[in-house]
């Protein structure tokens, strides 16, 4: 059985994704694979910086879905109200 990894591109569209209705702004770094996230409230506020998502953190499903939630979880502790959201399934890969 092969696994399936997410590429940088799909990490950061997921990423982004993840905070609604706030906006999220994923930008890459292609020298080592990694990308930054932040994410601003309707305000124009920045409430969350990511600056660094290495390639082990988003390459499987799991570990990216588990940064998304944790940095979520902190934000609806701070009062920011966020869409409801789960981690895209990934085709191969099962219970994804």
Known sequence: ???QHIALD???RISEMA???CHA???ANNEDASFSLRV???AGDEILTISHIARSQYVAPTH????LENARLQLSKD????SAWS??????????
């Open 1 to 3: 059985m092969t696994t």
């Open 10 to 12: 799909e990490a950061m």
């Open 19 to 21: 905070f609604l209705p």
């Open 25 to 27: 702004a994923a930008k």
């Open 40 to 42: 601003i409230n309707a």
């Open 79 to 82: 009062g920011v109200p966020l």
């Open 87 to 96: 981690m895209p399934a990934q085709p191969g890969i099962p219970g994804a």
């Open 64 to 67: 990216l879905a588990g940064l």
